[in-house]
């Protein structure tokens, strides 16, 4: 016996349950499946299937909605029916037309007409979804490389996914995301008391569409506690939980201290936390963490031991093995807290040196360690206590959040802002806050008021 499968929709009284409209969408053979391919509906068919059934329950809700006109908006008369308005909207994975009811007015000397749409209703003719698909996968890829996987996951090219698209909404998010990060917690939502908070401020260069300059600074922040350390094996640690930020404005600082202020909050911070602060020694990371020193109880400023490593292991690639034991003295004395000594074995090496290259290497490290000098510590005794002295843990976050999106594609360059409005959804994706926040930052305005 043959038999054949049917997709069909219904339209059901709820009072009597009688079926006032049934409509088949789509008739499927049943057979053998002879390959793994036969079996299910591929995917440009779910694509389709799903579309037909968008569009029919579409067209019932169409005719409902509420345009909002009672009387004419030019003379205040009456207004009768007349007929329908198609209009677009773009859904998740498909478009359509809808048909919304106009009006017109009654008074023979005005004869107004309404011409509405899904757009003069909603403030948008997108849905929601699809604009925060839009929004991941511009912040996440570039905004080409985001048109090219929309159109993958919905097999089919659709004007409202193309990368110019893609990227005004994911800058108008960013933009209200911005906006909204410069707003302090609210109290309500505040976790409890932090005893202790780490903080760090980093910084990325992004490549610039200003003709005279090759790039410009982003700084994030992260802030977390030290119980969010997890240890994944003998030489990795992970944070569970954090709060990040970033910005790319040139604004004396102004909106990533406020950022930072703000992260700390939400991390716990009240006026009874001590607060742990690592930078790589530049003086603009320095400033943005001294926003913290008000508003806790104490603030312990760290030069980080990731960079100072840094710092050694190039200096010593530029030397050679020849000096390699000198400045594993320095860096070993360093590790030791003893500041004096680490920068005297350097300035020896220094001044026993003829090569000037080589010379002004080791006046770099020099002069980075004695400018940042009030900020080393005894990192052998922090090491063996289980207190903060790295950044390492929390490293690859700079990478994830300024470098793969912006830095690495070597032939974008941006503005400032633009970079800025992307970058906050970035960070709010690893802060973990995006999946919490995300539909009040696409909603339009009139929905939110609704």
């Known amino acids: ?81 007349l007929g329908f308005q198609p209009s677009t909207f773009h859904a998740v994975f498909s478009d359509h037309k809808l048909r919304i009811q106009k009006h017109r007015c009654k008074n023979p000397e005005c004869r107004w007409q309404s011409m509405p749409s899904v757009l003069s209703v909603f403030g948008t003719d997108t849905h929601p979804d699809l604009v925060k698909l839009q929004c991941e996968n511009g912040a996440l890829h570039s905004y080409r490389e985001a048109q090219d996987n929309m159109e993958r996951l919905n097999a089919q090219r659709r004007s409202v996914n193309n990368h110019v698209q893609i990227k ?44 005279d300059k090759r790039s410009f600074e982003a700084l994030s922040g992260i802030v977390y506690r030290p119980s969010a350390i997890e240890v994944v094996d003998k030489h990795h640690r992970q944070i569970t939980e954090k709060t990040c930020v970033v910005s790319a404005l040139e604004d004396e600082l102004q909106t990533i201290k406020t950022y930072l202020h703000h992260a700390a909050l939400k991390q716990g911070m009240t006026e009874e936390t001590q607060v742990t602060a690592l930078a790589d020694g530049a003086s603009n990371c320095w400033s943005v963490i001294s926003v913290l020193e008000l508003h806790c109880k104490a603030l312990e400023l760290i030069l980080d031991w990731f960079h100072i490593g840094k710092k050694f292991r190039n200096v010593s690639n530029a030397l050679g093995e020849t000096f390699a034991e000198s400045l594993d003295s320095a860096k070993g004395s360093l590790w030791h807290g003893k500041v004096d000594d680490a920068l005297q074995k350097i300035a020896m090496l220094r001044d026993n040196i003829s090569d000037e290259k080589k010379q002004t290497k080791l006046k ?15 990192y052998d005794e922090r090491d063996k206590a289980g207190l903060a002295y790295t950044s390492q843990v929390a490293e690859s976050h700079i990478d994830t959040l300024i470098n793969a999106r912006h830095k690495k594609k070597q032939k974008m360059q941006w503005t400032r802002v633009g970079a800025h409005n992307v970058l906050q959804i970035r960070a709010s994706m690893i802060s973990n806050e995006w999946s919490d926040n995300w539909l009040d930052l696409v909603l339009p305005e009139e929905e939110k008021a609704a």
């Open 364 to 378: 770099g490290l020099y002069d980075y360690l004695k400018n940042n000098s009030e900020y080393l510590v005894n």
């Open 168 to 211: 005004n909404v994911t800058n108008q998010v960013g933009e209200r995301l911005s906006q909204a990060n410069t707003t302090p917690p609210d109290q309500e939502e505040l976790p409890t008391p932090a005893a202790e908070l780490i903080a760090q401020v980093d910084g990325g260069h992004i490549p610039t569409k200003d003709k």
């Open 1 to 81: 016996m043959d038999y054949e499968f049917r997709v069909i929709v219904e339209k059901v009284s709820v009072t009597t349950q009688e079926v006032v409209k049934r409509d088949t969408l789509k008739i499927y053979d049943i057979k053998q499946p002879e390959s793994i391919l036969d079996l299910g509906l591929r995917h440009e068919e779910q694509i389709s299937l799903l579309s037909k059934v968008q569009s029919a329950l579409l067209s019932e809700q169409s005719t409902l909605i509420d345009t909002g006109v009672t009387q004419c908006i030019k003379c205040g008369g009456k207004i009768g029916k």
